[in-house]
């Protein structure tokens, strides 16, 4: 499946971006879908995932309150709203698909996006 991530940019902290990832080539609503950030110098790590049909919804302590992972397959596309945004949320945002059941570990997804920017300044 390719996966292709938009909807990155440069926010004031405080402030709110939506992020999107449109899925082709496969069927959509096979994979388990997660999205994952990766600042400069640190590990790439886990901020949400969401089961096949969007019932099941995961997320990493950082982002608990603020972030909304959701789906739709209808479209094929995952969204991250984030809200709240903070300095330390400045990373590259990847979604990435997995074809089995969920995880919040990157080694576990089979298909990465290639990435967008999220920048928040102070």
């Known amino acids: 499946v390719q996966l292709q991530a938009s909807g990155g940019g440069l926010v004031q902290a405080g402030g709110s971006l939506r992020l999107s990832c449109a899925a082709s080539g496969r069927t959509f609503s096979n994979y388990v879908m997660g999205w994952f950030r990766q600042a400069p110098g640190k590990e790439r790590e886990f901020v949400a995932a969401?089961?096949?049909?969007?019932?099941?919804?995961y997320y990493a302590d950082s982002g608990k309150g603020r972030f909304t992972i959701s789906r739709s397959n209808a479209v094929n596309t995952v969204y991250l709203q984030m809200n709240s945004l903070k300095p330390e949320d400045t990373a590259v945002y990847y979604c990435a698909a997995r074809g089995s059941r969920y995880s919040d570990s990157a080694s576990d997804y089979d298909y990465w996006g290639q990435g967008t920017q999220v920048t928040v300044s102070s």
């Open positions: 969401i089961s096949y049909g969007g019932g099941l919804r």
